[in-house]
C-alpha cells in the first residue's frame, strides 16, 4: 500500500575521514523516500528551487517514487553542509541555507489524500500537524523530531504527536522529550503523550521498539566501513514504515507485533546499508536480494 | 568444573544519584566469584588486610566460594572511592589506597592448580601471566584488561594475552589495544594477538562476541532503575565463564558455538541483577530461578 513522505529535500555538502563531497543530493524526504521504495511506493511531499537537478529528479523516478507532490519553485534548493569527526560520533554543521525551504507550505495532490501511510520527516510540528490534517482516513501515521522543536516548540510539538500512531526519535532526544534519564522510564512517559509505538534509535548501537507493556531490541550492524552516516536514521525510517506499507500492516493489531519486529530490522538494514557510500549513492545499485540477505545476517548474528 | 578467579578483594565508597555508601565489598575478584557463584565452584586468589570483615567472608562461603587462596596480611584492605555522574555513564575517582594490594604475588593453592577454568581480573600482566605460568592443563584460560596496562606495559600485556583464549574488554580499550576505530577490524587485530574468542563489552548497549569469522552480538538489559553499576563489567565475566565452567564447555569446539553465545547472555544477565543494588548486595539473594527468567527475557525481546 502507498506511503506518503513528507520532509526536506536539499543538497548536502559532505566531509568524513573517507572523504569529501561539495553537494550531492540529500534531505530526510529523499533519504526516506529512497529507503521505502525498496518495500512500497513512497509518494513524496517537499520543495525544490530551480537549479534541482534533472538527473537528480530521474534518480527518484527510477526508483518508482511519486513526485507529484514535489513542488519547484524559483530560488536555489536547501543546502546543509557539514564535517564529521574522526569517529564518526558527531558532526559539526559548516552551512545551513534554508533557501526555498524556509517558505515551505506542504499541500498534499488530491491522489495522495486517501494513502494508508504517512510518514512525516523532521519539520516544524506545525507543518507536521497541517498534512496529517489533508490525509483522509490515514491508517499509520507517525514521524520523526529533534531537539530544536523539542526545547522551543515543545506545546505545539506535544499537540502534534498526540495525533500520532508512532513516533522515531533518537536516545538524547526521547530523554529531552520525556524530561527523564532512564530510557524504560522515558518511553513510557513518552507513550502517554500519544503514540502507541516508539521506536528510540541509538544510531551505531541499533534501536529499541516499545509497544505497549513489550519492547524489542535490535542491535546495529557491525559494520566494517562506516562511510558516510548521514540519512541512516531516516533511511531507518523509510525501511520501517515502507516495510509495514509494503505489507499492509496494522501495527495495533496484536497479532502484528511479530511483523513490527521485522519492520524495526528492515529499517536497521536500510539504515547500515545508506552508510556504505556518500549520500544516498547505495540505493543507487542495490537490491532487494541483498536487503533480504543482510535482514538473514540480523538473525544469524542475534539468534542463542 | 571448578574455576580459578584472580583479581582484587576491596572495599569501595561510592555514591549514585540513587545514593551513597561509605564502605562496601568489592573488587575484580570479588564480583566476579560472586557473579560465577551461581553456576559452578569459584576458587579466589586474593589479598586482604586484617581489616577484613568475618561478615564478608561468610558472605563469600555462603555463595560456596572456595577461599584458600585468599590471603589475609597485616595492613588495610585495597579500598576505592568514586562517585558517579547523573547519567551514571562516567565517574570519577576520588581514592585509590592500594595497601596491602600494592605487594599482591598471587601464588595458587596446590588444590587450584588442575582447575580447568582460568580468569584473570584486571591486575598487572605480568602478574596475570605468572598466574597462568602455576597452572596445570588448564583448558579455557582468559581475562580482562586496562586503559593503564594498554598504553603503559603494552609489550608485556601482549606476552601475557598471546597465551589466552580469550579476552573479555571494553570497546574503547579494544580500539586503543588494537590502534583501530572500527570495532569490526578492531576485533580482527586483536584475536590475531592470541585469543581465539574476544567479547568486546559495550556497557548499556550489551556485548559482541566474536570467534572466528562470526559474530553474536547481544543488547544490555534495559533496567527500569540503575542504582549502582559498580562491578556490572566484572559480574559479565563472571557469569560468562560460571555459565562455561558449570557446563564443562570447552569453546574451541565448534559444536559449542551456541552454548558460547549463551554465555554470553549470561554475562549480560549477572551484569544487570549486579546494578539493581549497591555493590554486590544484589548477589545476598539472588536464586537461579530469577536468572533464568532473565535469561528468557533476554530471548524474548531480541527474538524476531
Redesign the interface.
Known sequence: MSLVVVGSVAYDGLETPHGKVDRILGGSCTYISLAASFFTQAKIVGVVGDDFARTDIEFLKSRGIDLEGLERVPGKTFFWAGVYS??MNDRTTLVTDLNVFADFDPKLPEGYRSAPYLLLGNIQPALQRSVRAQMNGVRFVGGDTMNYWIRDYRDELLATIREWDFLLINDGEARMLAGE?????AAARIMAMGPHTLVIK?GE??A?LFQGG??????GF?????FDPTGAGDCFAGGFMGYLAGRGIDPRHKMDH?EL??A??YGSVMGSFCCEKFGPDRFRDLSRAEIDARYREF?A????
Open positions: 574522526a569517529d534519564q532512564n530510557l524504560r522510564r541509538r548501537y541499533g529499541i513489550d519492547h524489542f531490541m535490535a542491535p557491525l559494520l566494517e566501513d562506516v511479530r519486529r521485522r524495526v530490522i538473525k548474528f542475534t539468534e542463542f
